[in-house]
C-alpha cells in the first residue's frame, strides 16, 4: 500500500468550509511553534511523551518525519485550521493494512478553540476519509480514563467503547491506561459519518435523549 496516496491531502469539511485539515507546511512554523507553546499546560496531561517525544523535533525534522511516515502508508497528519486559522492537529497514525486495514486517531484543538464542536466534526471527516478514502475498516480512538472533553467527543460519533487497555502509551512521564473506542465500516452502514453527525447536529435535543 505504502506511497499509493498524496502525502499533502487536504479534507475540506463538506458542511463546515472553513474547517480544513490539510498537511503541516514550512510557511506554518510561527504560527504553528506559537499555537503549541501558548497550548503546552492545556496538552501536556494528554501528549505521547515517550520513548521518542515528537514535540523534541524541530519543526523541519518534524515535517519530514510527517511525510516519510506518510508515503510508508502509516501515518496520515493534518493541521486543523478554522478560518485560515490554525487551531489543532488530527492524525491517523499506526496504520496498518493486510488483514487488519486499521489506524488510530489522535487529536487536539487549542484552549481558545475548544467547545465548539471542531475535533468531533473533523473525526468524522477523518472517518469518511479513511474508510471511503484509503479502504480503511477500522478507526480506533484511546483515551485517557480522566479526559472527559475527548470521550465526549468519541460518544458524541457513535464510537463503541472496547474497554481498557492497560498501560497503553506513555504520556506526560508515564506509562497510562486507556479506553478504547474503535468505529469499523459495518458501524456507518454505507453512510458517511460527517452527514450522520450533521444531521444529530439538527435534531432537537429531546429527540437525541431518546
Ligand atoms: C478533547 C478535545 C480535542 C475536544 O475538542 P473540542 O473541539 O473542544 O470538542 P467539543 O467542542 O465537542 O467539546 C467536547 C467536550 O469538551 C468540553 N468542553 C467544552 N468547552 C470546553 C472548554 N472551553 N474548555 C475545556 N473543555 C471544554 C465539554 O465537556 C464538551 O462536551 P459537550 O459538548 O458535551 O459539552 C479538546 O478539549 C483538546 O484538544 N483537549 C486537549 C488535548 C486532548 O485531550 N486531546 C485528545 C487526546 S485523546
Known amino acids: 500500500m505504502a506511497g499509493l496516496w498524496p502525502t499533502v491531502l487536504t479534507i475540506r469539511h463538506p458542511e463546515q468550509p472553513d474547517r480544513?485539515?490539510?498537511a503541516l507546511r514550512p510557511r506554518d512554523r510561527n504560527e504553528w511553534e506559537h499555537l503549541r507553546a501558548v497550548n503546552r499546560s492545556?496538552?501536556?496531561?494528554?501528549?505521547?511523551?515517550?520513548?521518542?517525544?515528537?514535540?523534541?523535533?524541530k519543526f523541519r525534522a518534524l515535517i519530514r518525519h510527517y511525510d516519510s511516515e506518510a508515503q510508508a502508508g502509516r501515518l496520515q497528519p493534518f493541521v486543523i485550521e478554522v478560518g485560515g486559522r490554525l487551531v489543532g492537529q488530527m492524525h491517523l497514525s499506526g496504520i496498518t493494512w493486510g488483514s487488519m486495514r486499521s489506524g488510530s486517531?489522535?487529536?487536539w484543538v487549542s484552549r481558545q478553540a475548544a467547545?465548539?464542536?471542531i475535533a468531533p466534526s473533523c473525526l468524522a471527516a477523518l472517518v469518511d476519509h479513511a474508510f471511503y478514502g484509503l479502504g480503511l475498516h477500522r478507526v480506533e480512538v484511546n483515551i485517557r480514563p480522566g479526559n472527559v472533553a475527548s470521550l465526549r467527543v468519541v460518544e458524541k460519533l457513535g464510537f463503541r467503547d472496547e474497554g481498557v487497555r492497560e498501560r497503553l502509551l506513555h504520556i506526560d512521564g508515564a506509562w497510562r491506561d486507556h479506553r478504547s473506542?474503535?468505529?469499523?465500516?459495518?458501524?456507518?452502514?454505507?453512510?458517511?459519518?460527517?452527514?450522520?453527525?450533521?444531521?444529530a447536529q439538527r435534531r432537537p435535543q429531546a429527540e437525541q435523549a431518546t
Open 20 to 22: 480544513v485539515m490539510r
Open 181 to 199: 473506542f474503535a468505529l469499523t465500516m459495518e458501524d456507518l452502514e454505507g453512510q458517511s459519518l460527517v452527514a450522520r453527525w450533521n444531521a
Open 42 to 57: 492545556w496538552l501536556e496531561p494528554w501528549e505521547a511523551t515517550s520513548p521518542e517525544p515528537l514535540g523534541q523535533l
Open 115 to 117: 467547545g465548539q464542536g
Open 105 to 107: 486517531a489522535g487529536y
